[in-house]
């Protein structure tokens, strides 16, 4: 099975802040690379898939990049809304496997 | 409108077999390429992808869980549904039924509320 390992495992940050979050894959996965956002809960959201398209309907201020073994996603400017957290996914090979989650908290 | 939905029991006892069902509308379930998965979360950890249903009701299982799933679906009824056996209290979860639109790319598109599973005596 490939891994999928993302760090930090949680951050702080305040309202306009820039964060990024990195997740690695155990072997490359080329761009089959998903990020989706998860609220206390509640089920989680699709926001980005094949590494950098973005969902439909998600802001703007989300970008994912990275290809291989190594990705991001970035949030530009954090909104209220935007603290939750966060998984990536690889859509690579099955069994599909997740990152252990970021926990993005208020500063 | 997608929307999936998962019912079942809240409660099961250990060695017992939980059966759930996903109910889907806004798709159909013979639609070619798109199929259902099976994902959980134990409380206050990650998610853990257990089982696919193809459109063409091929099936694809976890890797550590194989021996204990069963999927099946029926098209006529857009229900899925997930068993798996030999409960224990580690298996208590949220689980979540997920949409995938294309299998060449497993993409969990749209996701059920989810349903929480408690394995309990």
């Known amino acids: 099975d490939i891994q999928m390992t993302q760090s930090p495992s949680s951050l702080s940050a305040s309202v306009g802040d820039r964060v990024t979050i990195t997740c690695r894959a155990s072997?490359?996965?080329?761009?089959?690379l998903n990020w989706y956002q998860q609220k206390p809960g509640k089920a989680p959201k699709l926001l980005i898939y094949?590494?950098?398209s973005l969902q439909s309907g998600v802001p703007s201020r989300f970008t994912g990049s990275g290809s291989g073994t190594d990705f991001t996603l970035t949030i530009s400017s954090l909104q209220p809304e935007d603290f939750a957290t966060y998984y990536c996914?690889?859509?690579?090979?099955?069994?599909?496997?997740f990152g252990q989650g970021t926990r993005l908290e208020i500063k | 409108q997608v929307t999936l939905k998962e019912s079942g029991p809240v409660l099961v006892k250990p060695t017992e077999t939980l059966t759930l069902t996903c109910t889907v509308s806004?798709?159909?379930?013979?639609?070619?390429?798109?199929?259902v998965s099976w994902i959980r979360q134990p409380p206050g950890k990650a998610l853990e992808w257990l089982a696919h249903?193809?459109?063409?009701?091929?099936?694809s299982y976890s890797t550590s869980l194989k021996s204990r799933l069963t999927i099946s679906k029926d098209t006529s009824k857009s229900q899925v549904v997930l068993t798996m056996t030999d409960m224990d209290p580690v298996d208590t979860a949220t689980y979540y039924c997920?949409?995938?639109?294309?299998?060449?790319?497993?993409?969990?598109?749209?996701w059920g509320q989810g349903t929480l599973v408690t394995v309990s005596s």
């Open positions: 997920t949409r995938v639109p294309d299998t060449t790319s497993w993409t969990f598109d749209y």
């Open positions: 806004g798709f159909s379930l013979s639609n070619a390429r798109m199929g």
């Open positions: 249903i193809f459109s063409n009701d091929e099936k």
């Open positions: 072997r490359s996965i080329r761009s089959y």
């Open positions: 094949a590494a950098s």
């Open positions: 996914q690889q859509s690579y090979s099955t069994p599909s496997t």
